[in-house]
């Protein structure tokens, strides 16, 4: 019973065991092994932007994410400058004082600075929490003039030749339509640093600037490019006529418009109507804020965080839609909005089902051995119970069994049935003679003689000592002399072991009412055969008893 057991148990012992060693290697260690992975730290995030901007939202993720992997004791402060609706120095100066004041009894111990409206506003009002370590983020690689010189600085490059170079590869056009607004200084930064990264590359397509158009004549243009063309997106805040607009909603409708596929630098533009591409990465630069951290905390205050600041990111949707295969993407590629297939989503469900289900056919075929056993268990004990162990026919005690549910059957009908008592002659000078054994291989193959001659549905049983009993139902009594007459002749003239040769005396009733009459009269029929000379059959007369 303990196998079945163990094999029941065995799933969940190896769920147990492996469960520990995949979690080592599905969790992220880079960040584990810094000396102060176990440190209480509180750090403060004061971002550009406000809680709902996709970049803000990318960047947080990528920051909370692996530093509370590495330390579950870190303590992460969110402040929000909302630059874009916010602009004016005074609402800055307004907002730090409060930041001042709210955080005073709280020991920050990193306050991080992202983006290049908060760092800017940071470099005015730098007496901020003068006890945290300063972590400046600028994504642009661009910082203010600024006597502060405590800080550790987190340049973050763009990086459009690379950019350029995954579109290109992708769709290789044979025209480039490049969609910028160059209203404001960081929109002609934007170009220029493109242009700059375009000259570098050899080979490049014939590229046309399309620098502060109206939206609707973007719109216009996009619908009617030639064909081999492809779109690069600089963004858009204000059209030519200085219409404000989100650079979200601008690149989605230029996207539905466009007969060409749309290109851009920044990962947080995916799914507005972006193929993709090598993209900055808000989430890629918050792992690198959180690295840069802990190796700032343990000396190491020369990290870049330059080189995870890209990664390749496509919008499935686009790619279907301008026929880009994915088999030609990089190795290392992310693929968002992919639709999701049924595995794919209760991939953990299923695999606790697959579980569940093993255990319970486990249980099941466990379950069913036990039954097989069990009802092998009890024919034997039904055999002990109701069979002579010598001769492996009924005994005494399953035959009243036997015979009472047939007669309980027939109840209402006189029984016509007939009852044979036989008993070896001088079986006691066998025994003396020639042993038991040979008394006992007698006993035996009197059981199968007298099994020859009757049928299925008789029932012939040992009822003790050299005595048999054969109940015959559905049988007169001049039937059932013949039938006894036949088993007579047959254990006569049988040879059994070293030419002995027994003999049989038997005793014949007819089943009138209840079987154990029939038994007192046939037994009285056997009596009078033994005592006419034995081998021989008496019929019990009930006139003359």
Known sequence: MLKPLRLFLFPFMLLSWLWPIVALFSGSTCLADHPVSNQKLNILVLSSWHKSHPWHQEFEKGLS?????????????????????????????????????????????????????????????????????????????????????????????????????????????????????????????????????????????????????????????????????????????QDGQKKRITTFEALQQISLAANAPVFTNWSTLLGYGTVGGYMISGELIGKSTAESIFNYAAGNKAYHARHQSYGYFYDKRELDRWSIKPSTLPANAKVNFAEISFIDVYRYEIFLVIIIMAALIIILIFMARINRQRKKLNDRLHKIANTDPLTGINNRRNFFTLVNSYLAMTERDKPNASVLMLDLDKFKNINDQYGHDIGDEALKTTSRLISNYIRKGDVLARFGGEEFIVFLPDTNVNQANIVAEKIRCAIEKHKFIENIFITISIGLSAVESDIDSAIKNADIALYQAKNQGRNCIQVHNKQTH
């Open 65 to 237: 994410d692996n530093l509370r992997k590495a330390n579950p004791n870190t303590a992460l402060y969110f402040e929000f400058l909302d630059a874009a609706r916010f602009p004016h120095n005074q609402t800055k100066q307004s907002f730090f004082t409060f930041l001042d004041e709210k955080y005073r009894d709280l020991e920050i111990d990193y306050l991080v600075v992202e983006s290049l409206p908060a760092v800017t506003a940071f470099n005015h009002n730098n007496t901020l929490l003068p006890k945290a370590e300063r972590i400046l983020i600028a994504p642009g690689g661009s910082f203010p003039k600024t006597q502060e010189t405590g800080s550790l600085r987190i340049p973050v490059q763009s990086d459009f030749k690379g950019s350029i170079e995954e579109m290109l590869r992708l769709t290789a056009p044979k025209q480039l339509f490049v969609i910028v607004d160059t209203l404001s200084t960081g929109g002609k930064k934007r170009l220029a640093t493109f242009n700059n990264a375009l000259e570098k590359i050899p080979d490049k397509p014939q590229t046309e600037i399309w620098e502060n158009l109206t939206i609707d004549d973007i719109l216009n243009r996009v619908s009617e490019l030639p064909k081999e063309s492809a779109i690069y997106y600089l963004l858009i805040f």
